[in-house]
């Protein structure tokens, strides 16, 4: 393929120069796999079957009959796609069924959703954070407001506030210290605040000390704003681990969750008072200029609500699995992270060795996640598991016996 002469422009952005280095240094990948099936516990990548620890549709809703059916129903009925954002055109009704619900699950006066949590995530952050009008005469202007974020945030969050400024509309606490976080309130006290913080975290699965943090919003008068993409619809609603966090999210302000961990689907949501949800339709940007979740999709995401609102069964039964898996981790000697969420991170620390671990285990059929740099801190470097419930003991079995001699090997 020939390029055209202008492509030559792009060697100032050093693109093709930084690509060629970190692939020669193993710190990009050479290809992203291709599957040739579906995401599954068990995938084929270029003909040949590997055991899939990547997934984050953990409870394999995407393969359950009826969830199928829900699916294939409604795009008969409503086609593929929205045709349009919400503002231009409108949305289809397992939208409103999906927020609908949402409400009921967790408490709030209203719910809005996005094509993903990544876009409801940098959706908050804009409509708490800018200036907008209609007509010149009423508006709002948030432009004054301060955010306080936990330093472990997501990646959204920290993309959509890094138009603020340092200690002077965006400040950090260190992660899950509330001292830290006393101290900066203390500093932004008679401001417009809001705390922004994660529940259950995706690289290391400890979790927020959330009754702490909104005892602490209440005394200095801030917004709370959680962002529960890792554990909605894991906990809360009659689930006995982690009750009393769950317990104290309902007095959280503002709530985000995605549909990509649990529920097993795309999408996600806000939701908090209705005034306020209301008027992110047109304050968020994502929103407005962009289509929400395919309508197949909502359509499925609310059979699947329903079903697991009904039956708490099947997420006990997964938590007690990486229970065990936790324990025989822990057996043979690896570090893992210390809070028993589902989200179980190993301890590998040097990056090199953790790409060589990586490439290890695709070598002997096993597709696994390694977080490092810039997912984590540099050297410390994690293999990160969500247990596909799908899997089998057989498998997990073959892949701590595989882990424990690659520990041998490498010393980690």
């Known amino acids: 393929m020939t390029l055209p002469l202008t492509a030559s422009a792009l060697n100032e952005w050093g693109f093709t120069e930084w690509m060629r280095a970190s692939k020669a240094n193993q710190e990009a990948y050479d290809d992203i796999s291709v599957l040739d099936d579906a995401s599954d516990a068990v995938v084929t990548v270029d003909g040949r079957k590997m055991v899939n620890f990547a997934s984050i549709g953990f409870l394999g809703w995407q393969h359950d009959p009826a969830v199928l059916r829900a699916f294939t129903d409604a795009a008969h009925s409503y086609g593929l796609v929205t045709g349009g954002s919400r503002i231009t055109q409108g949305v289809n009704k397992p939208h409103r069924?999906?927020?609908?619900?949402?409400?009921?699950?967790?408490?709030?006066?209203?719910?809005?959703?996005?094509?993903?949590?990544?876009?409801?995530?940098?959706?908050?952050?804009?409509?708490?954070?800018?200036?907008?009008?209609?007509?010149?005469?009423?508006?709002?202007?948030?432009?004054?407001?301060?955010?306080?974020l936990d330093r472990d945030c997501h990646w959204s969050v920290w993309k959509a506030a890094e138009k603020l400024k340092r200690n002077q509309n965006l400040f950090t606490f260190r992660h899950n210290d509330m001292a830290d976080l006393r101290r900066v309130l203390g500093e932004v006290r008679g401001r417009k605040v809001v705390v922004c913080f994660e529940t259950v975290y995706s690289a290391d699965g400890s979790m927020a000390p959330?009754?702490?943090?909104?005892?602490?919003?209440?005394?200095?008068?801030?917004?709370?704003?959680?962002?529960?993409?890792n554990?909605?619809?894991?906990?809360?609603?009659?689930?006995?681990?982690?009750?009393?966090?769950?317990?104290a999210l309902r007095r959280v302000t503002f709530l985000m969750v995605s549909f990509s961990k649990a529920v097993g689907l795309e999408g996600g949501a806000l939701m908090g008072p209705a005034d306020a949800i209301e008027a992110f339709e047109y304050m968020s940007g994502t929103s407005m200029f962009t289509a929400a979740i395919q309508p197949p999709t909502a359509a499925a995401i609310a059979h699947v609500l329903r079903r697991m609102t009904a039956d708490r069964s099947a997420i006990s039964r997964y938590l007690d699995r990486v229970d065990a898996l936790r324990a025989q981790l822990t057996a043979i000697g690896c570090v893992i992270s210390?809070?028993?969420?589902?989200?179980?991170?190993?301890?590998?620390?040097?990056?090199?060795?953790?790409?060589?671990?990586?490439?290890?285990?695709?070598?002997?059929?096993?597709?696994?996640?390694?977080?490092?740099?810039?997912?984590v801190k540099k050297n410390n470097a994690v293999i990160r598991l969500l247990l596909n419930d799908r899997l089998s003991q057989d498998h997990l079995d073959?892949?701590?016996?595989?882990?424990?001699?690659?520990?041998?090997?490498?010393?980690?």
């Open 97 to 148: 069924e999906v927020e609908s619900l949402l409400c009921e699950i967790t408490g709030r006066q209203r719910a809005l959703t996005f094509a993903s949590g990544l876009l409801a995530n940098v959706g908050f952050v804009h409509a708490m954070t800018t200036r907008f009008s209609f007509n010149q005469q009423s508006g709002m202007d948030n432009t004054d407001s301060v955010l306080v």
């Open 210 to 229: 959330v009754a702490e943090i909104a005892d602490l919003c209440e005394e200095f008068g801030a917004l709370s704003f959680a962002d529960d993409a």
């Open 231 to 247: 554990g909605f619809m894991v906990y809360g609603n009659g689930e006995p681990r982690f009750a009393d966090e769950y317990e």
């Open 338 to 375: 210390p809070t028993p969420t589902y989200v179980t991170s190993i301890h590998v620390g040097d990056d090199e060795i953790a790409e060589t671990l990586r490439l290890q285990f695709a070598e002997r059929g096993y597709l696994v996640p390694v977080f490092r740099y810039p997912a």
């Open 398 to 412: 073959g892949f701590v016996e595989t882990l424990a001699e690659l520990k041998r090997e490498h010393g980690f």
